[in-house]
């Protein structure tokens, strides 16, 4: 009995040692792989790339472990997106997660089968990128960067509180990416209606800046509001830097402008959005179909005044436009 004993002590011990290799040479589960487009640089990006992994993570996905994810930059180049996004669909990923509209636009002519969540769309119906927000249909959902084409009204609002003299705008726009004629005309009626002339300055990428301020300063403009646009995200030091160096107040979309040095910015927070995001990642990688997935408007929009830059145009803001402010950069 106790030979007996000691070979089924010695057959379980084996057994417990021999475990343990047999589950690491297990196969693994699913590993599921994303695609990522943006036309930023890495650098530029990387607090959104930030945001939205760490939105993956919260579900539970872990890269390396059951998670690849293809990124591909176009830093600041827009001509690079069709070629990028070609490069995902030959990978046959599982979905591809999209920055702004050139990006949209780029990802939509490569594919029509890969799901695509959008990480951030102006005006997605006018853009033709989907039928609804309610029912996208297609292959592409997502998010979209603001609340809809009337908040443009309350940009020139916001200058003219600052300035209340200001009786010609630019609008710096790109006129390239689906939607822009939409958001130009839009501007163009709040302009109107608000009684400010408004100035339309097309600028389609890094080199044309300067050409475009230089415009700005012979139309001999008030003030200025830069179009939502992944170029101008990616630029934006260089944008509030020209502004500045002309002296022209101007009102962004997106907080990242005042965090560097420009005068003001309404809009959602591109963060948040970007962590947000990868829920419609999830829902899909668990089997919703994008046609499905009502589009998301911003519900959060965000008010942000750099105080210093301010001072600095010899400007007061008004102690209202301050109390509403959520955030003031001293």
């Known amino acids: 009995m106790d030979r007996i004993r000691r070979r089924r002590f010695l057959l379980g011990l084996s057994a417990l040692c021999i475990a343990p290799r047999a589950a690491q040479g297990q196969m693994p589960g699913k590993v599921y792989r ?65 920055g702004a509209n050139p990006v949209i636009a780029a990802v939509k002519q490569a594919t029509s089968t890969i799901p695509v969540v959008m990480g951030g769309s102006r005006d997605p119906v006018g853009a033709g990128f989907i039928a609804s927000l309610a029912r996208p249909g297609g292959n592409i959902t997502g998010l979209t960067s603001e609340t809809g084409l009337e908040i443009v009204g309350k940009y020139i609002e916001l200058l003219k509180a600052v300035v209340p003299n200001a009786a010609r705008v630019a609008l710096l726009l790109n006129p390239i990416p689906p939607g822009a004629a939409n958001y130009r005309q839009a501007t163009e009626s709040a302009a109107t209606k608000l009684g400010v002339r408004l100035s339309v300055v097309e ?37 509030v830097q020209l502004a500045m160096n002309h002296r022209l ?44 997935l009502p589009v998301e408007q911003s519900p959060i929009i965000e008010f942000v005044i750099n105080a210093k830059t301010a001072k600095a145009l010899g400007l007061t803001i008004p102690k209202d436009l301050l109390l509403r402010a959520d955030q003031v950069i001293e």
């Open 34 to 98: 994303i695609g990522y487009i943006q036309t930023a640089t890495p650098e530029e990006q990387a607090h959104l790339t930030k945001a939205f992994d760490e939105g993956l993570r919260d579900l539970g996905y872990v890269e390396g472990r059951n998670l690849i994810i293809e990124r591909r930059f176009a830093w600041g180049h827009q001509e690079r997106l069709p070629e990028l996004a070609a490069e995902l669909v030959r990978l046959n990923v599982d979905v591809i997660m999209t």
């Open 203 to 239: 600028a389609r990428g890094r080199d044309a800046f300067e050409g475009a301020f230089a415009a700005m300063a012979r139309e001999r403009v008030d003030a200025l509001m830069v179009q939502s646009d992944p170029v101008f995200f990616t630029a934006r030091a260089q944008i």
């Open 249 to 292: 107040p101007a009102v962004y979309q997106a907080r990242e402008f005042p965090e560097a040095g420009g005068l003001m910015s309404y809009g959602d927070n591109p963060a948040s959005r970007f962590r947000r995001a990868a829920v419609y990642v999830d829902k899909i990688l668990k089997g919703t179909k994008p046609a499905e």
